[in-house]
Nanobody, 115 residues
């Protein structure tokens, strides 16, 4: 059973930075896509950023130039460096991965950006 564990969330002032980490435990023969989603109160969950095994990345337009996703394939870890944070970035951030044809989610970590 694959399990994901996020860390790094917290409270930060606008303009500040946070770095989220997601560690993967359990048996997965081949992780393909790793990603970060977020969900703000009263809104749908949205894709923030994704990264393939080969390193191709994708970003939500509103975070381009501010957020950077990276992954360590050897350690099965994905990171999200978030700079110049805005109050609109507030939400619960979820780690996501695809292992062959299976999908897994973390429990989420709260990010709160104060104005």
């Amino acid at each position: 059973q694959v399990q994901l564990a996020e860390s790094g969330g917290g409270l930060v002032q606008a303009g500040g930075s946070l770095r989220l980490s997601c560690g993967v435990s359990g048996r997965c023969y081949r992780i393909t896509v790793m990603a970060w989603y977020r969900q703000a109160p009263g809104k749908q969950r949205e894709l923030v950023s994704s990264i393939t095994r080969s390193g191709d990345t994708n970003y939500l337009d509103s975070v381009k130039g501010r957020f950077t996703i990276s992954r360590d394939n050897a350690e099965n870890t994905v990171y999200l460096q978030m700079n110049s944070l805005k109050p609109d970035d507030t939400g619960v951030y979820y780690c996501y991965l695809e292992c062959l044809k299976s999908q897994y989610w973390g429990q989420g970590t709260q990010v709160t950006v104060s104005s």
